[in-house]
Antibody, heavy 121, light 109 residues
Framework: QVQLVQSGVEMKKPGASVKVSCKAS????????INWVRQAPGQGLEWMGW????????KYAQKFQDRVSMTTDTSTNTVYMELRSLRSDDTAIYFC??????????????WGQGTPVTVSS | EIVLTQSPGTLSLSPGERATLSCRAS???????LAWYQQKPGQAPRLLIY???SRATGIPDRFSGSGSGTDFTLTISRLEPEDFAVYYC??????????FGQGTRLEIK
């Protein structure tokens, strides 16, 4: 069965960086992209970006363009999301989600459990 | 950039009633590139509907999606206790690019 397992809780100081991992299993990694979505406390869902499982190409939301990097390790089927220059308003739960595709319609069909990131001095 | 506006912000209904949730796009959506998700407290979102009207695997048939262009609807025909949650619509554009609505909270009346 498809599983996305994320790394654990992170606590960071303002200005630091955080790197969250998402290990995929149960499907052919190269056939699906992975997206990152975050959710601040009590708020809605915010898309951060996408990375191809095939060739590592990326597309970032404009809001995060200058601070985020997404990478893959195909030897372990793991995706990483690094967010730099952290601020208090980056405090959120960060989810990875697999991109499904059916006749051109795309959606997030499997999600990781979420990684809480707290940014505080 | 397309903006998705969901209404109402909160919907209060009783089990057994019908729920109608709206998602309006700021521009017409190509090919009905619209999905719906359900999120319960402390959980990751769950895919319900894609392509505006196709149910995802394992989703009960009391959930249905409809609409085209700029106006889309998620209908839950008869509410079960486990359906009370927050619902999000999502659009995917080219390149890829994704946008979520702000969510509708469905609460027990």
């Amino acid at each position: 069965q498809v599983q996305l397992v994320q790394s654990g809780v992170e606590m960071k100081k303002p200005g630091a960086s955080v790197k969250v991992s998402c290990k995929a299993s149960g499907y052919t990694f190269s056939l699906h992209g992975i997206n990152w979505v975050r959710q601040a406390p009590g708020q809605g869902l915010e898309w951060m970006g996408w990375i191809s499982g095939y060739n590592g190409n990326t597309k970032y939301a404009q809001k995060f363009q200058d601070r985020v990097s997404m990478t893959t390790d195909t030897s372990t089927n793991t995706v990483y999301m690094e967010l730099r220059s952290l601020r208090s308003d980056d405090t959120a739960i960060y989810f990875c989600a697999r991109e499904g595709n059916n006749h051109g319609w795309k959606y997030f069909d499997y999600w990781g459990q979420g990684t809480p990131v707290t940014v505080s001095s | 950039e397309i903006v998705l506006t969901q209404s109402p912000g909160t919907l209060s209904l009783s089990p057994g009633e019908r729920a109608t949730l709206s998602c309006r796009a700021s521009q017409s959506l190509s090919y009905n590139y619209l999905a719906w998700y359900q999120q319960k407290p402390g959980q990751a979102p769950r895919l319900l509907i894609y392509g505006a009207s196709s149910r995802a695997t394992g989703i009960p048939d009391r959930f249905s999606g409809s609409g085209s262009g700029t106006d889309f609807t998620l209908t839950i025909s008869r509410l079960e206790p486990e359906d009370f949650a927050v619902y999000y619509c999502q659009h995917h554009g080219s390149s890829p690019m994704y946008t979520f609505g702000q969510g509708t909270r469905l609460e027990i009346k």
